[in-house]
């Protein structure tokens, strides 16, 4: 057998868990937390929680809000000086995939210097950063495990991808109890955003024992439990959730992502688009084109999808794309590119774009921007 390298933060998991965040904080030495969040979780009520949790601590507390979905580099470069100004020691992230992007943005430039387009790529990370303590406040991005970080550079309008062991957080918190305040509309884009995760890491060249048994474990639990959740919005179902995004997160962290991610930064960097929307729109279309290199994977994906096998692993592995279409469009998101953007025009300009996502490498078909032209088109 090969050899691996698989990488997790400490991880603490279960509903009340949300209450550690100062114990955690203290733990890495902390007296002075930069927290991170987003107007959307102060509204729910979890920051000014989190302000008593780390008071009763003894601990000191700088707040930044100005974060917005696909966080920007502009973003960054103001949270970098707040952070230099304030004397913080350690960086508390609480919400979604963007605040938790933008507080590894943050740590990053305001740690090693110069701009967060500096460290585009994998492996330009050269000195550690400042402790990290997360805690998402939803379900699907993995971004309190993963080694990844995304920010959109403005001004190219794409989304970078930024790759790096010292990205992944020293302490992630995930309680279940933070999904509770979500509507059933904000729980859809995640959903999608765990399944990619799911599938892509199984489908990976990189993917091994340790990431496989994550991937399909998380997969069954998304597929098992997302109806029952949006339907009820049920903790229990809610919990099963987290658990699911959790094993997807674990998986991609180490064995990476693959195409549908490249279409989704290029798509996400041009126009804005929700993540998980853009893997809603892409996800079935990538996997028809990565059919012909891993059959026999997408096959075991479809057992899951569909609770059984057909004559052939091909037939197996159609009828699963087909029911995660019904499902995308039985939860009522987007299933064409037209529904969310204003023309096709830039559908060439993405695929470029797309062809140069370091995400590209680790798909298992590999794919010319023409190729991703004619899956945008077909998409359309």
């Given at each position: 057998?090969a ?9 603490i ?48 507390s ?7 979905q ?18 913080a020691?350690?960086v508390?992230?609480?919400g ?28 330009q ?5 400042p ?9 699907g ?10 920010v ?23 309680d279940?109890?933070l ?61 099963q ?33 929700v ?74 300009k ?31």
């Open positions: 057998m050899i691996h390298k698989f990488t997790i933060p400490e991880i998991f279960g509903r009340g868990s949300f209450d550690y965040a100062g114990v955690c904080a203290k733990q890495l030495g902390a007296s002075k937390i930069f927290v991170v969040s987003d107007p959307g979780v102060e509204a729910a009520g979890w920051v000014d929680r989190l302000m008593d949790i780390l008071k009763r601590e003894g601990l000191e700088v707040y930044c809000n100005d974060v917005a696909n966080p920007k580099d502009h973003q960054v470069k103001k949270g970098v000086a707040l952070y230099r100004q304030s004397g020691d350690v508390l992230a609480l979604g995939g963007s605040v938790m992007d933008a507080a590894k943005g943050i740590a990053l430039v305001a740690s090693n210097g110069g701009e967060i387009k500096d460290y585009e790529g994998a492996n990370v050269k000195d550690p950063l402790p990290m303590v997360f805690i998402p406040s939803t379900m991005s993995e971004s309190n495990i993963s080694q990844f970080a995304v959109t550079d403005v001004a190219r309008r794409i989304k970078m991808t930024i790759i790096s062991r010292t990205l992944v957080p020293n302490i992630s918190i995930t279940p109890n999904l509770g305040t979500l509507s059933r509309e904000l729980l859809l884009a995640p959903l999608f955003d765990a399944l990619a995760h799911a599938v892509e890491s199984y489908l990976s060249p990189l993917a091994n024992p340790l990431t496989e048994v994550q991937s399909l474990k998380g997969l069954d639990l998304l597929w098992r439990h997302s109806r029952p959740a949006l339907a009820t919005l049920s903790l229990d179902e809610l919990e959730l987290t658990v699911a995004g959790l094993s997807s997160g674990i998986a991609f962290t180490n064995a990476s992502v693959g195409l549908g991610h490249a279409l989704a930064h290029a798509l996400g960097g041009m126009y804005d688009v993540h998980g929307v853009s893997h809603a729109l892409l996800l079935p279309s990538v996997m028809r084109y990565n059919q012909p290199e891993c059959e026999a994977k997408m096959a075991v994906i479809g057992r899951i999808l569909l609770g059984e096998r057909l004559e052939s692993d091909a037939a197996t592995a159609e009828a699963g794309i087909a029911a995660l279409e019904r499902f995308r469009e039985e939860i009522g998101l987007p299933t064409r590119l037209r529904e969310v953007l204003p023309d096709n025009t830039m559908l060439p993405m695929s470029r774009n797309a062809a140069k996502d370091i995400c590209l490498l680790t798909n298992p078909r590999p794919a010319a921007w023409k190729d991703i032209l004619n899956i945008y088109y077909g998409a359309w």
